[in-house]
């Protein structure tokens, strides 16, 4: 220390501020770690207006939960949408029918042996072809030896058709949903992850 300065004078300034002994002016303490915090704060508020206006914008069905079916007797499973409500189980146990605001939508899902039909080839195009006899106009079809699916419309409604080869070999599993025209704003988002959700089980 040199004479006539006290030892408060060189005390250690703490990190991140400037000394403002040294200075005339400003007297005050400014923390350096301060100056970038502004900068930070646009991308950071702009980041929580996107994140708020992408959840706005997600339809209300998308950020609702779903629910789930199986079925023992056939050994497949799926996911419901939300606002379906289950029926209960039918008397064979084959599937369940499921209603969206008790008429808006009809979701059926069933399973079954090859009985009339030699395999699964024979039964996905015996079922095609009683829709398209029922007077269903098929708007979309594709299929290969282990599932088929096509959407159809009639009457103002829409049909969306899916099926799938047990594991075994031994039957299908299939679901059929229904909804009108007027409603396929809210309904037509549901349809690719509700097929892609079925699956056999055993």
């Not at 499921?98 to 399973?111: E, I, M, S």
């Not at 979309?140 to 096509?150: D, E, I, R």
């Amino acid at each position: 220390l040199r004479r006539g300065d006290s030892a408060a004078r060189y005390a250690a300034v703490p990190t991140g501020f400037i000394d403002t002994r040294t200075l005339q002016k400003p007297r005050y303490r400014i923390p350096l770690a301060a100056c970038p915090r502004r900068r930070q704060s646009q991308p950071m508020r702009f980041a929580l207006t996107l994140a708020a206006a992408l959840i706005l914008a997600t339809p209300a069905f998308a950020q609702a939960v779903w629910s789930y079916y199986g079925n023992a007797r056939y050994g497949y499973e799926l996911d419901i949408p939300p606002g379906f409500e289950g029926q209960g189980e039918s008397p064979n146990g084959d599937g369940e029918i499921f209603l969206l605001d008790g008429r808006v939508g009809k979701l059926t899902a069933w399973g079954g042996y090859f009985v009339v039909e030699p395999d699964f080839e024979s039964e996905a195009n015996a079922r095609f072809a009683s829709d398209t006899a029922d007077g269903w106009g098929v708007m979309a079809q594709s299929a290969t030896p282990g599932w088929a699916t096509w959407s159809a419309t009639k009457s103002g409604r829409v049909l969306q058709q899916h099926m799938i080869q047990l594991c075994d070999g031994s039957g299908y599993a299939a679901i059929r949903l229904e909804y009108a025209q007027v409603d396929r704003p809210k309904l037509d988002n549901l349809v690719e992850p509700l097929l892609a959700s079925l699956k056999s089980t055993c």
